[in-house]
RNA sequence: GGUCCCAUCGUCUAAUGGUUAGGACAUCACCCUUUCACGGUGGUAAUAUGGGUUCGAGUCCCGUUGGGAUCACCA
């Protein structure tokens, strides 16, 4: 039979990282087989409903490159693939359960519902809805009694089900609860239209939070009422943010979106998501999206939750930008020069010295920021001791190297570097003693991308020039 | 609180009951070097805890501790 998955987000915000990231092990789970990935929108709070919500989720997973087979934009054999207009099917077969055995009208109102429940002391709502016949229900909702349609559990014992990564597990019925199924609005809950839609649209696996392990037996009672096959169940463990507490967009955690703006990449992103409770079984830990697919397999999924390591994450995202063409680097890195920089400056070179030592791209702005204005640095920064450098050294290798650029015609790296280490050989000075002052006076700073003869590239000759002049002044 | 689940370096993780407990990030040292970074070499660092089972336990069983989840007309 042919895997089917589905990614099957609420359209309430940003992509989280744990909710893509459970997108990837379902699409991985399909793809690796050959099998097909639905996307499905689950609309059915229209409270929690957010405007855009849903173009984000489109953009996010073509951003990373994991196109659906069938889904809200493009339809399929199985729509629609938005709940909410699916809304007249839900409540046709809520109906057919109630028929079943495996529902109920109830005509309680929520706070009746709240009042009589405890949770310390294990209080379960008893509803007396149950008891009544279902004729009787019937013609109250025919005289147009608002009701909700709730799930009916009479079954005692065990459920027992098997799930991927956590194994057999075991819940007592008795620790169920008889759920709403069909809101008064004639909204289902997620608990029913999970179930209607996964067999409806042929879904052989789900995957998703961990939090569901508890109610899953309350959904194998539905497919069971219907005389369904449940699906494959793959529960997968949280993304954390630290021990203690899940990443989520309500403390402010980074979503896929907030990390693109940052300057990562969104193969680095995935590559680092896909790591976070899965590993191949190899020492590999550089993926693309295709290579997942052929290793890919839901058996080495872990159970334990991941913190989210933004460290790690950097450094993949470093790996990613140093493996980039240097042209398509170059491309990526445009928008922030554009940010930064007014002046004139040798972009492709820039591009050159920062594509090695940038980790993400939001890097570039904080590296290079001393080529639009130079900073007003103290003179003491000519001192060094490697370099074996100090005022009076800086003021003298300053101006012979003013003397030696001044007329220079070619100005390219080569040349420059050159020039500057053969008047140092004259001069009898060593090359840092030239090249340090020269760095420090084009900088201003003591760590920079590139060395003296690359920043006077990126600059040109007038900038530099002028940079040299400028510190000899401060010099004097 | 009831129930369910989880537990290897700081972090992500590997290890068909038999390895000096492996790798990666981070960190430290050194090398390379016109600073920094890249790259290279090496170091520090883990089986939560107590009992079993076994010739042998990170691995199997029980307890303890710690953590998470769930108990919505949210998903």
New binding site residues.
């Given amino acids: 039979m042919k895997i089917r998955t589905r990614f099957?987000p609420?359209p309430t915000g940003y992509m989280h990282i744990g909710n893509l990231r459970t997108a990837l092990y379902e699409y991985l789970i399909a793809k690796s087989q050959d099998g097909d990935f639905i996307l499905r929108i689950?609309d059915?709070?229209q409270k929690?409903y957010v405007e855009g919500a849903t173009d984000i989720i489109f953009n996010t997973l073509k951003q990373v490159g994991m196109y659906w087979d069938e889904g809200p934009d493009i339809g399929g054999n199985f729509g629609p693939y938005v709940q909410s207009e699916r809304k007249k099917l839900y409540a046709e077969y809520a109906h057919k359960l109630v028929e079943l055995g495996g529902a109920h009208y109830c005509f309680?109102?929520?706070n009746e519902?709240d009042e009589q429940?405890d949770?310390?002391a294990?209080i379960?709502f008893e509803d007396p809805c149950k008891l009544l016949s279902l004729a009787e229900a019937k013609q109250r909702v025919a005289a147009g009694e608002?009701y909700?349609i709730r799930q009916t559990i009479n079954k005692k014992g065990t459920s027992l089900f098997k799930d991927v990564v956590?194994?057999e597990?075991?819940?007592?019925y008795d620790?169920l609860?008889e759920?709403?199924l069909l809101?008064?609005?004639g909204?289902p809950?997620?608990?029913f239209a999970n179930v209607v839609d996964d067999h409806l649209m042929n879904i052989t696996h789900v995957v998703r939070g961990?939090?569901?392990?508890?109610?899953t037996p309350k959904y194998n009672l539905i497919y069971e009422a219907f005389g369904w096959t449940p699906p494959v169940y793959v529960h997968v463990p949280?993304v954390?943010k630290d021990?203690?507490h899940?990443l989520s967009k309500r403390n402010g955690d980074a979503s896929f979106q907030d990390l693109v703006a940052k300057g990562y990449l969104p193969e680095a992103i995935l590559n680092y998501i896909a790591?976070?409770?899965w590993?191949p079984?190899t020492?590999q830990?550089i993926f693309s999206l295709e290579e997942l697919k052929q290793v890919f397999s839901m058996d080495?999924l872990?159970?334990?939750?991941?913190?989210f390591?933004i460290?790690?994450l950097t450094?993949m995202n470093?790996?990613y930008i140093?493996a980039l063409p240097p042209q398509d680097f170059h491309r990526l890195a445009l928008p922030y020069y554009e940010k930064c920089f007014t002046r004139r400056l040798n972009l492709e070179f820039l591009s050159t010295v920062l594509q090695?030592?940038v980790e993400t791209l939001a890097d570039i702005c904080v590296q290079a920021d001393f080529l639009e204005n130079l900073p007003d640095y103290d003179i003491a920064l000519f001192q060094n001791k490697?370099?074996k450098t100090d005022e009076l050294i800086a003021k003298q290798a300053l101006a012979l190297s003013l003397d030696a650029l001044k007329d220079l015609q070619t100005w390219d790296?080569e040349t420059l570097?050159n020039v500057l280490k053969e008047l140092a050989q004259d001069k009898g000075l060593k090359?840092?003693q030239v090249?340090?002052p020269v760095?420090i006076a084009l900088s201003g700073k003591?760590?920079?991308?590139?060395?003296?003869?690359?920043l006077a590239v990126v600059l040109g000759k007038e900038e530099t020039l002028n940079r040299i002049q400028k510190a000899l002044e401060k010099l004097n």
């Fill in positions: 099957a609420s689950e059915t709070d929690r309680c109102s929520k519902a429940k949770e310390e294990n379960k608002p909700v956590y194994g597990i075991e819940i007592d620790e609860d759920g709403v809101k008064s609005d909204f809950t997620y608990n961990n939090e569901y392990i508890s109610s949280p954390m021990a203690q899940k790591l976070l409770g590993n079984g020492e830990e080495r872990g159970k334990s939750p991941a913190i390591d460290t790690k450094w470093g790996c140093r090695p030592r490697k370099m790296n570097f090359n840092g090249l340090y760095r003591e760590t920079t991308p590139g060395g003296a003869t690359e």
